[in-house]
């Protein structure tokens, strides 16, 4: 289990460094990253924001920890139309909103054995995708939230770390 940063942290913003060669240390990283995932429970999360800088992302959709893709170095290949979905952060917790996304992603990454794939999805693994991507440049989905409401939910998440300090 890994430690999350949580937003305001000022290294959640960080740009992650691409990876290029799969060892042994990414794999262990993104087991890692995956078991601290399920534990939290999440659906997605980025290396980032286990404070490791690299171009890491894991991704389970499932209900039952049956559909795991890890995407190193991911890129966009193409991005196909517009759609609005209900999304939280692992970094952001208990802060739930609608972002505007693309409603179709192609993506091509490195899998763990260091092979080079090919990915399209929409829906909740599309939004994750983009939102996990977001992560690696630094960005957060709250970042597309007016400012009234990010200066909200960055008091919220303050308050909230007093009570539970
Ligand atoms: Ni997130």
Known sequence: MLPILRYPDPRLHKKAAKVTVVDESIRK?????????YAAPGIGLAATQVD????VIVIDVSEDKSGLVTFIDPEIVELFGECEGEEGC???PGIY???????????????????????????LLGACIQHEMDHLQGKLFVEYLSRLKQDRIKSRLAKKARITA
């Open 29 to 37: 990283l993104a087991a890692d990253m995956a078991e601290t995932m």
């Open 52 to 55: 490791v800088h690299k171009q």
């Open 90 to 92: 692992l970094s952001v």
């Open 97 to 123: 909103d609608r972002v505007t996304r693309a409603q179709r992603v192609k993506v091509r990454a490195l899998g763990v054995d260091g092979q080079s794939f090919e990915l399209e999805a929409e829906g």
